[in-house]
């Protein structure tokens, strides 16, 4: 998940980042079958990121087919009509290239890093996955054993592995954003191939993508690829966002939750404003004040100074419509899930009964804007962050001004926003316990 256009995993530096600032130019223009596209010529280093989003996710799913896009993020590696199954990996490793695809609530993103001199391989293998990937009996069989050890593996065998969905699914009661992305194995084991066929045919069209190609290339000439590898792929039928509008909490919801873990932890979902509204950014910088780095107000408090806890955390989840904050904390062996949350409510009261420094928000502005300039450097990075700003945020101009909406946030904004958000009607709050057989 990603509050900013750009990625949150890159080390901290100590000092501002506003001198290294530098525009990202880009040119874009739609095809004929509604496929937008955006270049961006950069000849820094000798490669090219090719990568397309489609504007699907698990909130385009029905309750009876929930996890079918991530599950096409794994299905459409299985090939095409000219890609033997099994060797559209193959062809990128072989010439010297790596490739991905992650899904969310609202997108899905696949792309490739090749050599600058491999673009038209890219292209061509986009244009194979978009106009006729392999959607069979097979395929689907194959990946949903892939599927179903993923499972497994990052979430019913992983210790809290299941901390996201149960929040989900009590802070939404309408809207699809309440079962988790990776779905659920009843849902993809009774589906039949004409279900699969058919969510592929809907979704995966030109005038549902955003393709971005950056790096090593002349604008010009790829304009020109781009128009011969994807002109001819037919339009789809328009494809109809979720309007579903949920209803606000109407009070706290509380549950225990019994798992097999060692320490118990504390759980708090609030409902936020969705991804590129005002609300959103200030809500990032409360989740950042609160648990980002050593020095971050929970981890100080409740780590340091209490030592009521071994790990804290604080993220939004960045969905178009509007989503949920959550706030976590793992208690040590001597600290039960009540005296936890007492003291991660403390440190939640303080964000509205004063507003925070002018060095703390300082600090905070100055990591974002490193994070920004560090994103941005990297070629496959720009190419994320463009096909986001477009594809969610619906300008593709924010890649270069997304960072000033967080610049321009005051300590009474961020005040305003805790006592907005921030407050026991508008959340979900979970102990999770560990189960009898579980405890030392």
Partial sequence: MRPLLFALSVPMLAAPAVAQKRAVAYTEFDLPNGLHVILHEDHGTPIVAVSVMYHV?????????????????????????????????????????????????????????????????????????????????????????????????RYENQPYGTLTMEVLQRAFTRHPYQWPTIGYMEDLDAASEADYQAFYKKFYVPNNATLVVAGDVDVARTRELVQRYFGDIPRGEKVEQPTIVEPPLGGEVRDIIHDRIQLPAVVMGYRIPANGTPDFYAVELLNRLLSNGNSARMNVALKDRQQVAVYCGAFNFPFEHPGIAMLFAIANAKTDAEQLEAAMQKEIDALATAPISAEELAKLKAQLETEWVADNSRIAGIAGNLATAHCLLGNTELINTEIDRYLSLTAEDLQRAAKTYFVNQNRVVLHYLPTPNSQP
Wanted: hydrophobic letters at 30%; zero cysteines.
């Fill in 57 to 153: 996710g698990s909130k385009n799913e029905t309750p009876d087919r929930r996890g079918f896009a991530h599950f096409f993020e794994h299905l459409l590696f299985e090939g095409s009509a000219n890609i033997k199954r099994g060797e559209f990996s193959k062809l990128v490793e072989n010439a010297g290239g790596v490739l991905n695809a992650n899904t969310n609530g609202d997108r899905t993103y696949y792309y490739e890093v090749l050599p600058s001199n491999q673009l038209e391989l890219g292209l061509w293998l986009e244009s194979e996955r978009m106009l006729h990937a392999r959607v069979d009996q097979v395929g689907v069989d194959t990946q949903r054993e892939v599927v179903k050890e993923e499972r497994r593996q």
